[in-house]
């Protein structure tokens, strides 16, 4: 079992931690969060990125963490990048928590995402079909409002 940890500080007072957990190479990690600060009743991207660098307001994270050169997509979209998490919802405080299993993200081997960037977005992700490269490459998900390195617990 590999479990690790992100806490999240941006620029836009959200902060959090997301906790990601694999039991063997060939499982799914579950993955749990508990966002706070982002605007009440939204939806709010969600990423992996491909560097472990939350410096220049995140921006030096890269873009999202994309080994096998796909789309942008949703999470459970055939056509995706490994870090494509989708939305959260905030709540009317502007807290978002909750949990997905995911068979993409891996703890385990050459395509870990432990070292990367966890990034909660200012904009929706339109989950790739918002008919523009740009949807292609991050989902229209707006600027960087958090982010935080995952670790190792």
């Not at 966002?35 to 939204?42: F, H, I, M, Q, V």
């Not at 959260?88 to 081997?109: H, M, P, R, W």
Request: net charge negative; charged share 10%.
């Amino acid at each position: 079992m590999v479990s690790a940890v992100a806490y999240l500080n941006g620029t836009y007072n959200v902060s959090g931690i997301v906790h990601l957990t694999q039991y063997t190479e060939d499982s799914p990690t579950n993955i749990t969060w508990y966002l706070e600060g982002n605007t009440p009743n939204a939806l709010r991207g969600f990423h992996i990125h491909e560097f472990g660098n939350t410096s220049n307001h995140c921006m030096a994270a890269g873009g999202h963490y994309n080994p096998f050169k796909m789309n942008h997509g949703a999470p459970n979209a055939t056509v995706r990048h490994v870090g494509d998490l989708g939305n959260v919802q905030t709540d009317s405080y502007g807290i978002a928590e909750g949990f997905i299993l995911d068979d993409e993200i891996k703890l385990f081997g050459a395509n870990s995402v432990l070292g990367r960037t966890l990034v909660i977005h200012s904009g929706t992700d339109d989950l790739g079909l918002g008919n523009n490269p740009e949807s292609l490459i991050n989902g229209n998900s707006g600027p960087r409002a958090a982010c935080g390195i995952i670790n190792i617990l």
